[in-house]
Structures are given as C-alpha cells and as structure tokens.
C-alpha cells in the first residue's frame, strides 16, 4: 500500500465510523503532514551528503548571520531550541571539524564565544546550496503557477494563524 492509499484507507475508515467527520479536511492535513516528513528526510539526506546535520547546518546558519560571525553558546541554545548540555555537544562537534572555534568573551571573563571558522562558511554556504537544491527538487512536482499558487496559500495560512498565535491567551478564547 502506497502514501495515499495509507491515507485514503485511515479516512475512508473515519467516515465509516464517524459518517459526519469531515474527511476531506482529514485528508488535506495527513497529506501536508506527510509531504513536510518526506521533505524533512530529503533535506536531511542532502545535508549529510556534505557531512552534517540539520541541527548542525542551523549553528552554522546563526553563525552566519550573526554579527563578526560569532555568537554565545548561550543565544545558540535558545534559537536553535536546544538546552545548553545538547548545544555544547553540537559545539563540541563542530569544533572538531575546525568548522567553529570557542574563543574567551573579552567583555565577560566567565563566558566564551563561538566563532565561525573560513571552513566553517565554506561548509555553511555548501549546505545552504544542498539545501535549497533538494527543497527545488521537492517542488519540481509542481509547475510554475502551481508552486505560485502553493505560496500563496501557504502565505495566506500563515498569515492568518501567525496572527493568532501573537495575541495574548485570555483574548483567544
């Protein structure tokens, strides 16, 4: 059984069940769902085709953006979501490979900082390639006005719950 007989299979069963659930909205979501998994997969496998992780490209992509190419572990951790024990391990990997180097915070004797390394934005802006190569190939399913279209509603929806997730929790209800 394929992806969408899978997913026809699930709703066919809840309309079975639930004959008033509306499962074509069921549909739509499985289908995103899956098609962003299978997209995270193909974007992972091109990031390690150069030797590296998601979470690793994402260092090396703050770094990138960040002021002198450099950073506190500290504001690391929070943008890529990580708690600081699992940033000083991805650190502590992308120090091996010459890719960043902790140096002292002249401003903050107990601090360090991390600094992007000339191989470190050599294997950022690899990656970066890799990775906007293997987000075409996954649109190349689409035609031109199709992935327009895909955009604008894809903008639409972000939009309108990107709005709802900035107002406060007692004005939601």
């Given at each position: ?63 990138m953006h960040a002021p002198d190419r450099t950073s506190k572990p500290s504001t ?45 934005e050599a294997k950022a802006i690899e990656a970066a390639r890799a990775h906007v ?41």
């Amino acid at each position: 059984m394929d992806e969408r007989e899978r997913i026809d299979a699930g709703t066919a069963s809840w309309a079975q069940i639930v004959p008033d659930l509306d499962v074509v909205t069921m549909r739509t979501a499985l289908l995103f769902a899956r098609v962003t998994a299978l997209g995270h997969k193909h974007v992972e496998a091109a990031f390690a085709e150069v030797g590296l992780s998601a979470g690793e490209f994402d260092v090396l992509a703050s770094l990138m953006h960040a002021p002198d190419r450099t950073s506190k572990p500290s504001t690391l951790a929070r943008s890529g979501m990580l708690s600081p024990a699992g940033m000083t391990h991805r650190l502590d990997l992308l120090e091996r490979t010459g890719f960043v180097e902790r140096r002292p915070d002249p401003d903050d004797r107990r601090s360090t900082l991390v600094v992007l390394t000339e191989a470190g934005e050599a294997k950022a802006i690899e990656a970066a390639r890799a990775h906007v190569a293997a987000e075409a190939e996954l649109f190349d399913a689409l035609g031109p006005s199709d992935r327009a279209d895909l955009r604008r509603l894809l903008e639409t929806m972000l939009d309108t719950y990107a709005a709802v997730a900035a107002e406060p929790a007692d004005l939601q209800n």
